[in-house]
């Protein structure tokens, strides 16, 4: 899987959580899950979870601390499908 | 420091499905899980000790400016007392719930009478996403949050 097809699919995982629709139009790597996308911190479990099921990897906590934006939740999820 | 957090429980009931497998998981620590179950209303109590996580990472922001999601590392040690605790550090949290309105104040000593509600009118500014308002020119945290139908206002005084 590369970069674009994951970026596309993580789009659709956060996209039923998402709070501001310009932002989600217009995202990019520098996107910040709470900031810019406006997603409640309740519902980023969510986006964890279904970022689980999606691409069938497990997020422990240490990378859950780090998933506020599309970069560094880019990374992870490119990491974790690496070791697979 | 301060830090508060509300939730409007009809809106956490639209939006997330605590129940969820592998929801608690994520966000409680075994402790808080089994303190979760035992209770009465256990969706009362799941978003209870939320916002009690939430309050205080919002003074563990204030104070080192430390951004991520960690919810297991700021444990809800000692519901009956109001104790969170981070690493080395212990807050104190108290809850009110009024109808459908969860708000928790936490603060980092155990002097909750020196916090008060204010109007949520009020011009706020941030420096570094520290949020405070201006009094006779003077600086005075406060902290802010809004959920769903409420909004509130803490400061100290």
């Not at chain 1, 939740?73 to 974790?80: C, D, G, N, S, V």
């Not at chain 2, 809106?11 to 035992?38: C, H, M, P, V």
């Not at chain 2, 108290?94 to 009478?113: D, F, P, V, W, Y």
Request: charged share 25%; hydrophobic share 40%; aromatic share 10%.
């Amino acid at each position: 899987m590369n970069k674009l097809e994951i970026i596309d699919q993580l789009k659709t995982v956060v996209k039923p959580y998402i709070k501001n629709q310009e932002a989600f139009d217009n995202l990019s790597e520098t996107t910040d899950f709470i900031n810019d996308l406006k997603i409640n911190s309740a519902n980023l479990v969510d986006v964890i979870l279904d970022i689980e099921e999606v691409f069938d990897i497990v997020i422990d906590n240490a990378s859950m601390e780090k998933m506020l934006d599309v970069k560094s939740t880019l990374a992870i999820i490119e990491t974790k499908l690496a070791e697979k | 420091m301060i830090g508060n957090d509300v939730i409007d429980l009809a809106l956490a009931q639209k939006e997330s499905n605590w129940r969820r497998k592998g929801y608690l998981d994520k966000i409680f620590t075994s402790n808080e899980q089994n303190f979760i179950f035992s209770s009465e209303n256990q969706t009362i109590m799941v978003w209870t000790l939320w916002s009690r996580k939430e309050a205080v990472y919002k003074i563990i922001r204030q104070q080192n400016g430390l951004r991520g999601f960690y919810p297991l590392k700021i444990e809800n040690c000692d519901f009956e007392n109001g104790i969170v605790c981070f690493e080395d550090d212990v807050f104190y949290a108290k809850t009110s719930i009024i109808g459908e309105c969860i708000h928790t104040i936490a603060s980092q000593n155990h002097l909750h009478n020196q916090i008060i509600e204010i109007s949520s009118s009020v011009q706020l500014f941030k420096k570094n996403e520290i949020p405070y308002i201006l009094e006779n020119g003077k600086k005075v945290c406060i902290s802010k949050s809004y959920h769903g139908r409420y909004e509130k206002v803490i400061r100290t005084i």
